[in-house]
């Protein structure tokens, strides 16, 4: 199964993929996007290790570059999140092509693996054209994994949406 899962900052994403993944038997692998170098990222990174302790992940802590990883033993891999490995990709030493070869290994390497992103086209605010860049590209992996994906889903206050695939009940 592949599952696209998608939100505002604070909606409940996080959560309700944890809780997908935790229905899953054997093992799970967090696989963790966000850089560890300012004191908000290792608060938000924090926050996400109290949030899962105890559900039964193995974490990994990586940026970008998993053509070497070994996930084909975990039955259930959720990616959190995509938009911190687009901007790892784009702004740390690599670009759109190093972002989708990472995707590609991820879906294609997998049993079972759900991909978190932010919607952050949503407000109406006007950024500099870096940031469309960063958004254009976002959305168009986002948009290339909804494609392969058996649900898509939605997060609003905690709601989900499902925009493809069965429902899945908590």
Same mark, same amino acid.
């Not at 070994?70 to 030493?93: M, R, W």
């Not at 079972?112 to 950024?127: E, G």
């Given at each position: 199964?592949?599952?696209? $899962?998608?939100?505002? /900052?604070?909606?409940?994403?996080?959560?309700?993929? %944890?809780? #997908?993944?935790?229905?899953?038997?054997?093992?799970?692998?967090?696989?963790?996007?966000?850089?560890?170098?300012?004191?908000? +990222?290792?608060?938000?990174?924090?926050?996400?290790?109290?949030?899962?302790?105890? *559900?039964?992940? %193995?974490?990994?802590?990586?940026?970008?570059?998993?053509?070497?990883?070994?996930? /084909?033993?975990?039955?259930?891999?959720?990616?959190?999140? &995509?938009?911190?490995?687009?901007?790892?990709?784009? =702004? *740390?030493?690599?670009?759109?092509?190093?972002?989708?070869?990472?995707?590609? =290994?991820?879906? /294609?390497? /997998?049993?079972?693996?759900?991909?978190?992103?932010?919607? $952050? !086209?949503?407000? +109406?605010?006007?950024?500099?054209?870096?940031?469309?860049?960063?958004?254009? #590209?976002?959305?168009?992996?986002?948009?290339?994994?909804?494609?392969?994906?058996?649900?898509? $889903?939605?997060?609003? +206050?905690? #709601? !989900?949406?499902?925009?493809?695939?069965?429902?899945?009940? &908590?």
């Amino acid at each position: 199964m592949i599952y696209l $899962i998608s939100g505002s /900052s604070g909606s409940g994403k996080s959560l309700f993929a %944890e809780n #997908i993944s935790c229905s899953y038997v054997g093992r799970k692998l967090y696989l963790a996007t966000m850089e560890n170098e300012s004191i908000t +990222a290792k608060k938000r990174i924090e926050k996400h290790r109290l949030m899962r302790q105890g *559900k039964g992940f %193995e974490t990994i802590e990586k940026e970008k570059d998993y053509e070497n990883l070994n996930i /084909s033993d975990y039955n259930i891999i959720l990616l959190e999140c &995509l938009s911190n490995l687009a901007a790892n990709h784009l =702004y *740390k030493g690599g670009n759109e092509e190093t972002f989708y070869k990472d995707i590609d =290994y991820l879906i /294609s390497n /997998s049993k079972n693996i759900i991909f978190v992103t932010n919607d $952050i !086209s949503c407000c +109406a605010v006007k950024y500099d054209e870096e940031v469309y860049k960063y958004m254009k #590209i976002l959305n168009k992996a986002a948009c290339y994994i909804a494609e392969k994906a058996d649900a898509v $889903i939605e997060v609003v +206050a905690g #709601i !989900s949406i499902y925009h493809k695939g069965e429902k899945w009940v &908590l």
